[in-house]
């Protein structure tokens, strides 16, 4: 039996959800991460260079927070805490990488060598 941290003396749920057929269902996402979250969903609010509001609520610099949001958007439990903005975001890491590889192996974006 999976271990269920008592909510105010509640006793565990009768039965456990039902994951994915072959996934484990994903682990608790934490206060950082939901934040994290919240942050991609609204950062175009901020005045100024998204960079300069990562750097003012995060208080590191725009590597180390894309280092934590590249791990997050492959966290299960991220996509099931809010799977449209996830997967939105993992879409945009996909496009971007694809012209780094071309470039990478010396073509150009257009298809050209």
Do not use: C
Request: charged residues 25%; hydrophobic residues 35%.
């Amino acid at each position: 039996m999976e271990n269920y941290a008592p909510l105010q003396g509640a006793p565990p749920p009768a039965s456990p959800p039902n994951p994915a057929p072959s996934a484990a269902p994903p682990g608790p996402l934490g206060e950082q991460e939901r934040i994290v979250l919240a942050f991609e969903r609204r950062w175009w609010r901020h005045a100024g260079a998204k960079e300069e509001a990562i750097r003012r609520e995060f208080g590191v610099g725009p590597t180390a927070y894309y280092q934590l949001l590249s791990q997050l958007i492959d966290d299960p439990a991220a996509i099931a805490y809010d799977p449209m903005l996830v997967k939105r975001l993992q879409r945009q890491r996909a496009a971007r990488r694809r012209p780094r590889g071309r470039r990478r192996l010396g073509q150009h974006p257009s298809g050209g060598s």
